[in-house]
Every structure is written in structure tokens, then in C-alpha cells.
């Protein structure tokens, strides 16, 4: 079936520091994998998103990295600053539906 | 340009009622899908529509179900409550255009005693 492994559930960094978040998707006709963070009390906002024919993408502090072979997908922020402090998602979806598979969230804590 | 507009925001029903919420996505959008969001679960994807079509459906049970109109508006319809259907449902649309992003709107807390 479908599903998304994401690793860790949370995560505590010092200001400054860089944070990793890993996904594992089951899917393999799965192609597009958007990241999207949501803040306390606040909707789901896409931050980055990549397609299989990319194995990276970059946009200022964030990245996101995707190994189709392995099924793996990682988020990196560096230099994170409090207001990075929030649920980060990732998700899979197949080329032919808007339907989104999600991860399990990462509370992410970033400590001036 | 408006957001995605959910409404109610809040609703606080009984076990047995029925509910029914509303999304109304971006202008110009014609596809929406809704999730259900709990601490214990995450984000569960519940259907997806096009073009007034339901293109995909997760695993609920057939308590849940749901319809777009011709102006892209989507409700979602949740019948003999049960306690664990406490929960934030959101709603997001999109282009229509595969794998784009999709817009959240600020979801509807529904809350069963």
C-alpha cells in the first residue's frame, strides 16, 4: 500500500545549526514529493517541492534531496532560526492525482 | 486573490448527528481534496475531486462522503457521528494541473461529544 516513513519525529537544534528530516515512501510510481510546514494553529504551507526527474533542489536556507532508487527524500534547513520552530510534513503523490501521502510530521524546535 | 475558505471554522456536534462542511478553493481551481488531521494520525487524505468527478477516496468508512459543484465548491458530509471523528478537516486545492501546489485553507475543528 501507500505509505511515508518520517524520521525523527523531533528534533531540537541550537540557532544557527542545520536540521535534517528524512522520508521513506512505499510508492514507486509515486514522482512528486512536496514539504510543507504548519505552524501552531496555522494551515499546512508548501515550502519546497521536487519531481522525480530532479534529484535536488535548493531555495535559499532549504533544500530538498530525492534518491528514487533508495525511496528516500530529505528536507535540510541550515542556519535555522526560531521562527523555523514548526510541524514540518512530507509528502508523495503519483503523477496522475492531487492526492497527497503524508509523513507523520516533525516538530521541529530550533533554541536561540 | 482570496485563499481557500473553509467554513464553519468551529463546530461542535453530537454522537449520531451528521455534519457537513464547506470549502470554497482559489478562483480558477478545479481540484480540491480534503484531509483529516489528528495528533494520533497526521494528515489522512480523504477524497479528492475534479471537475465535480472523485477521482480518488482514502480509507474512511462510507459515513464519509462528498461532492464538488459546478463552481468548484466541495462539501464533505460526515453522518451518525462517532467520538473519534474529533478532528481538523482541511481542505486544499489546486490548478487541476498534476502535482502542483496545493492551498490549504484553515480547516474546520470539528469536535463530537
Known amino acids: 500500500g501507500e505509505n511515508v516513513e518520517q524520521h525523527p519525529s523531533t528534533l531540537s537544534v541550537q540557532e544557527g545549526d542545520s536540521a535534517v528530516i528524512k522520508c521513506t515512501y512505499s510508492d514507486s510510481a509515486s514522482n512528486y514529493f512536496p514539504w510543507y510546514k504548519q505552524e501552531l494553529g496555522k494551515r499546512p504551507q508548501l515550502i519546497i517541492d521536487i519531481r522525480s526527474n530532479v534529484g535536488e533542489k535548493k531555495d535559499q536556507r532549504i533544500a530538498v534531496t530525492l534518491n528514487k532508487t533508495a525511496k528516500h527524500f530529505s528536507l535540510h534547513i541550515t542556519e535555522t532560526q526560531p521562527e523555523d520552530s514548526a510541524v514540518y510534513f512530507c509528502?508523495?503523490?503519483?503523477?496522475?492525482?492531487?492526492?497527497?501521502?503524508f509523513g507523520t510530521g516533525t516538530r521541529l524546535q530550533v533554541f536561540p | 486573490k482570496a485563499g481557500v475558505t473553509q467554513t464553519p471554522r468551529y463546530l461542535i456536534k453530537t454522537r449520531g448527528q451528521q455534519v457537513t462542511l464547506s470549502c470554497s478553493p482559489i478562483?480558477?481551481?478545479?481540484?480540491v481534496s480534503w484531509y483529516q488531521q489528528t495528533p494520533g494520525q497526521g494528515l489522512q487524505f480523504l477524497f479528492e475531486y475534479f471537475s465535480e468527478t472523485q477521482r480518488n477516496k482514502g480509507n474512511f468508512p462510507g459515513r464519509f462522503s462528498g461532492r464538488q459543484f459546478s463552481n468548484s465548491r466541495s462539501e464533505m458530509n460526515v453522518s451518525t457521528l462517532e467520538l473519534g471523528d474529533s478532528a481538523l478537516y482541511l481542505c486544499?486545492?489546486?490548478?487541476?494541473?498534476?502535482?502542483?501546489?496545493?492551498?490549504f485553507g484553515q480547516g474546520t475543528r470539528l469536535t463530537v461529544v
Open positions: 478562483s480558477g481551481h478545479r481540484s
Open positions: 509528502a508523495a503523490s503519483r503523477w496522475n492525482t492531487d492526492k497527497l501521502i
Open positions: 486544499a486545492s489546486s490548478t487541476g494541473t498534476m502535482n502542483t501546489e496545493a492551498f
